[in-house]
């Protein structure tokens, strides 16, 4: 089980949150100017890299809040955590 | 001290002096019918061993004797069933630490549990720690002294009943005195540290991320009858360490050659262990096989212990000088560039078969009898712990083992473990690993600390690979490599030849590596001979992969306290007693105990169902819906926020008035649905379905924090804050009147969808106009402490009405007979709004709200969705069972046949006096009035596709 640290909490178990899908996948400003297959972009196709990867994750049985992370899918590791209000960290 | 005792010359290997047993206080024990004697500090092996007896019982497959093979978890063979105290399958002997009257039989690899629940408790207990150390041999204990002193937190466990890991089988020396006066100096000072908590008896069986450790500490079996009956048996110990430090040792690996599974053909270290630890000479007339030098101490030992060591045959073609002037000493013969080819014997070895082998062809055989065969080809270091969190490891030509290949950030491997075999270096070892771990955690510490000499007292002649010695006269088929599963060196001939190419898919062709002891003995050893077969070199082939758990672990202990009605919360409502003594019948919704229904005396489910159902359409009933999810949100944005995640507006809700919602994912699909009331101008409470309740709060504060941040809007969880006692039937106006007197209950002074604060003897209660079942009712809410008081004051006063109480049950046929929908149930994540004949919750004026841009979606589009209908079947009595397909029928045809839908739900109706169901159908909405089929128990049943709504279809019910 890993350990994650909650930007509010600091380091807590893993059972602790919620993960929420890929980051920075902002919802369409006006989603009535959007085509079906842009629409169906925003809802349904997300990346699916094997290294860091920036996802969203919740403490949910904690403080509830919402954060970003960069995470390497294969290793598990957290590179960063981020607030929702911070820019994502640069990557390499 | 044992009725089962006999004399103690009974255990006629037991040497007078030696060990650490207290040959003070006699057990008497129970071996496969046999009475045998043993004493504190035994094993049952060892107490065995005494005796003369080795094998345990037959093999699984081949029906081949087999006994005892090492002295600790790694002995592939030595299982038992424990019968007393309490029964227990599946152990080894050489881990169950003797207790007077103990009573266990052998058995062939499966065992037996017992009939009657087990009475023990197992608890877990978390820690946290600067510093895990795994082993207390002589690498772990120096590290934890080293840390200790340092002022380091430090845990540090041992699987073994006390300290001292290899040093308890061996007369070694360190600082010129008895090494295990050492450890016992070392376990002294270290109970002296405030933060070091040292635990023996416990293993660490699972070690994952970030320095994630379970150990299974077992608390009371070696105490037998003594044992505290308030000390939980076992305990497993969830350690979060800032950097664990293994330091578990070596396996010794036997050697595969013909028939080299018999009885008294054991590892050389663990006959060394049953002479130096228990006492025991494990037999008279020796034979020494081996690669390396270890396996010299034990030939020198036995010997000296009065053992006649016939030979060390040594495949190497160089034996150790050291060694050899010993064995001179002792007359022992060295046979350097031989093997041992075969055995004899049936439940016990008579003789070994011994030839030279150069060039992997055996010469001459030479036959020497025998009653003990000791085998050592080599050392295995424990990686387990290291490999499971995901440490590579690598190949060491000179070991011929897998030793750790990386360093990693919070893990150190040291000692045996990582491939350090020598006392003195281990010892140097674990000095090292202990600076550097200090220093990466930055805890100041005073420089490498003084090592304790001691002598190595072998020499230092490389060892040999050599995985397998060439079958004489046979294909293998009598050369074991996992002695529990039967498994040979032909099975994997034949696995290799079928085409597998590597070690996963042989294991699991072979099935060498799965039994209770995981491969400790026969992985890499399988490794090794499929690499000779395929021809690739072992190192590149590699092992299987290390999984947790290490050793066996009770499921009972992993569940610890978790059971029975601890195993998840049980949540009741504040009315949960008065339930209770009414003899409700309960479902499990979520976490929560509902009444499904009240039975009277004599009623089964669909009786009382159909009563409860009459009562709350024809009178009066109440339901205790206190576990409705209600989230209070508030804030100058709430109005916007709610209008954003519901399907219809909630902005142009009045204060006072109450309206019904539907909130989507962004995908159109429905995802909860409740009542909405608005408290004030920035206040609203949201009623969500009790399953829903914390999907629904944190949908709403993911959308809050992650896209609209800018709203100012708080969200608070406050269904236990509420009771909710919805009073529902045409007399409801009369029971709630009566016990609301200044509220005006009439139609016009409370109208539907409407709330009214009011307080009953100064207790504020809120009365709303809602209606889940179609009829006239008034949901009275107030707060949980005085829910009692005030369910008690309607039952009162509903008395004269007949007032029914009604379960989960009856309100689901109430709602359905109204094509209400249970988000769930008649809903699965593929259905909209429009699909449940619900367009009129969809709002058209509102530019966007969360699911809006996907109603427009061809795919939502399409005639052909499936839609919400009532089902009748012709057959009134017929209840359809939910999740059946429907079908076009009358007759199937051929496969596949075309699904047109399924049942969501099905009930018995009192006010229909049939039976209906509800069904998601495609084009339902168009199809009213057809007949199509349902598959029941074998045939094809008709039913007739109905408009949704079944009962009061004009709602002339609902006010009155
Ligand atoms: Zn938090």
């Given at each position: ?92 | ?619 009066v009933?109440i ?102 006692f919805p009073v529902v039937g045409p007399r409801s106006r009369d029971v709630v009147g009566a016990v609301f007197p200044d509220v005006d209950v009439s139609?016009?002074g409370f ?5 009214r604060?009011t307080?009953l003897?100064?207790?504020?209660v809120r009365l709303a106009r ?6 006239l009712a008034y949901e009275v809410n ?8 005030v369910?008690?004051r309607l039952i009162?006063a509903g008395?004269?009405h007949?007032i ?156 009155g």
């Amino acid at each position: 089980m890993q350990l994650i640290t909650c930007p509010y909490c600091g380091p807590r178990e893993e059972v602790e949150f919620h993960y929420g899908g890929q980051a920075h996948v902002a919802y369409p400003a006006d989603p009535s100017a959007l085509s079906d297959e842009e629409w169906a972009h925003y809802l349904f196709f997300r990346d699916n890299p094997r290294g860091p990867f920036a996802e969203r994750w919740v403490h949910a049985l904690g403080c509830r809040r919402w954060f970003n992370a960069v995470r390497d899918t294969a290793t598990y590791r957290f590179h960063h955590i981020y607030r929702l209000d911070e820019p994502k960290p640069e990557t390499t | 001290m044992s009725e089962l005792g006999s004399p103690a010359s009974a255990a006629p290997l037991r040497l007078p002096e030696a060990g650490r047993i207290d040959r003070t206080v006699t057990y008497g024990f129970s071996f496969n019918g046999q009475r045998l004697i043993g004493h504190p500090g035994d094993t049952l092996a060892s107490a065995l061993l005494a005796h003369g007896v080795h094998q345990t019982s037959t093999s699984i497959k081949l029906g081949r004797p087999r006994g005892i093979a090492a002295a600790w978890a790694e002995d592939p063979s030595g299982l038992v069933q424990i019968e007393e105290p309490f029964p227990e399958p599946m152990l080894l002997a050489t881990t169950v630490e003797l207790i007077d009257g103990l009573v266990a039989h052998g058995i062939p690899g499966q065992g037996r549990l017992a009939e009657v629940p087990d009475s023990a408790r197992y608890d877990a207990r978390h820690v946290h720690a600067d510093l895990l150390v795994v082993g207390a041999g002589p690498t772990g204990l120096s590290v934890a002294l080293a840390a200790a002193r340092a002022g380091a937190r430090v845990v540090l466990v041992d699987e073994q009943s006390e300290a001292g890991g290899y040093l308890l089988g061996s007369n070694e020396r360190i600082d010129d005195r008895p090494a295990l006066d050492w450890v016992a100096a070392a376990t002294a000072e270290l109970a002296g540290f405030a933060d070091v908590l040292h635990l023996q008896r416990t293993t660490a069986f699972g070690h994952f991320h970030d320095g994630y450790v379970l150990a299974l500490e077992r608390r009371t079996d070696h105490l037998g009858a003594s044992a505290p009956r308030n000390r939980s048996r076992q305990r497993v110990w969830r350690i979060r360490a800032r950097h664990v430090l293994i330091a578990a040792g070596a396996h010794e690996r036997p050697i595969v050659f013909t028939d080299n599974d018999r009885p008294g053909i054991m590892l050389a270290g663990g006959a060394r262990t049953f002479l130096h630890r228990y006492g025991v000479l494990a037999g008279r007339d020796v034979v020494v096989f081996t690669t390396n030098d270890s396996a010299y101490a034990a030939a020198v030992d036995l010997a000296d212990a009065g053992a006649r060591v016939h030979a060390v045959v040594d495949a190497r073609a160089e034996a150790p000088e050291a060694w050899k002037e010993e064995c001179t000493r002792r007359d022992i013969p060295v046979r350097t560039g031989q093997v041992v080819c075969g055995t004899e014997g049936v439940d016990r070895v008579t003789a070994a078969s011994v030839a030279s082998l150069s060039d992997g062809a055996l010469g001459e055989r030479d036959r020497i009898a025998c009653d003990l065969l000791l085998v050592s080809g080599g050392w295995n270091p424990a990686v387990h712990l290291f490999s499971q969190a995901g440490g590579r490891l690598r190949y060491d030509e000179s070991l011929g083992a897998f030793v750790p290949g990386e360093d990693r950030e919070d893990t150190t491997v040291a000692g045996a473990a990582a491939g350090v075999l020598e006392l003195g270096e281990c010892l140097a070892d674990g000095g090292r690993a202990a600076e550097a771990a200090l220093t990466a955690l930055g805890i100041r510490h005073g420089g490498l600390q003084a090592i304790p000499a001691a002598g190595t007292g072998s020499g230092q002649t490389p060892p040999l690979v050599l995985w397998r010695v060439p079958d004489p006269d046979g294909d293998g088929t009598a050369q074991f490599v996992d002695l529990q599963r039967d498994a040979t060196v032909a099975d994997i001939a034949r696995a290799v030849g079928a085409g597998m190419r590597t070690v996963e898919h042989i294991k699991r062709y072979t099935t060498i590596g799965t039994a209770h002891d995981q491969g400790k003995t026969s992985g890499v050893i399988a490794s090794g001979i499929a690499a000779e077969l395929i021809g690739r070199p072992v190192g590149e082939l590699g092992t299987t992969t290390f999984r947790p758990p290490y050793t066996p672990v009770a499921f009972a202990a992993l569940a610890g306290r978790d059971r029975g009605s601890l195993f998840d919360p049980e949540r009741t409502t504040a009315v949960h007693a008065w339930h209770l003594s009414r003899g409700a019948v309960w479902e499990d919704v979520g976490q929560w105990k509902r009444p499904r229904y009240y039975p009277l005396p004599g009623e089964d489910m669909e009786a009382a169902v159909l009563r409860e159902c009459a009562a709350a359409r024809g009178g009066v009933g109440i339901l205790d819906g206190s576990t409705l999810g209600k989230i209070d949100v508030q804030g100058p944005d709430a109005a916007e926020f709610l209008n954003r995640l519901y399907t219809n507006m909630m902005a142009t809700l009045k204060v006072g008035s109450v309206r019904y919602g539907v909130m989507c994912g962004a995908d159109g699909m429905v995802l909860d649905d409740g009542t909405v009331l608005r408290l004030a101008d920035d206040h609203f409470l949201a009623y969500t379905s009790t399953g829903g309740a914390a999907a629904v709060l944190e949908w709403m504060e993911e959308w809050l924090q992650t896209e609209w941040p800018d709203l100012r809007v708080y969200l608070t969880s406050v269904t236990e804050h509420w009771a909710t006692f919805p009073v529902v039937g045409p007399r409801s106006r009369d029971v709630v009147g009566a016990v609301f007197p200044d509220v005006d209950v009439s139609n016009d002074g409370f109208p539907f969808m409407t709330w009214r604060d009011t307080t009953l003897g100064g207790v504020p209660v809120r009365l709303a106009r809602v209606s889940f079942s179609g009829e006239l009712a008034y949901e009275v809410n107030v707060d949980t402490w005085h829910a009692q008081a005030v369910w008690d004051r309607l039952i009162a006063a509903g008395e004269r009405h007949g007032i029914t109480p009604y379960g989960t049950e009856t309100m689901h046929v109430l709602r359905a007979e109204k094509a209400y929908p249970i988000v769930g149930q008649d809903t699965d994540g593929t259905v909209t709004p429009h699909d449940l004949g619900m367009a009129w919750v969809v709002s058209k004026k509102k530019p966007d709200f969360i699911g809006k841009r996907s109603f427009a979606r061809g795919d939502n589009q399409r005639p052909d969705r499936k839609q919400l209908v009532a089902l009748l079947p012709e057959d009134h009595d017929l209840l359809l069972p939910e999740g059946s397909q429907v079908v076009e029928g009358p007759n199937l045809s051929e496969p596949p046949v075309p699904m047109l839908g399924h049942v969501t739900s099905s009930y018995h109706s009192a006010e229909l006096q049939r039976t209906f169901a509800l069904a998601l159908v495609k084009s339902g909405r168009s199809r009213i009035g057809q007949v199509v089929h349902v598959p029941v128990g074998g045939s094809l049943v008709p039913v007739e596709i109905r408009e949704p709504v079944l009962v009061d279809p004009e709602g002339a019910r609902r006010d009155g």
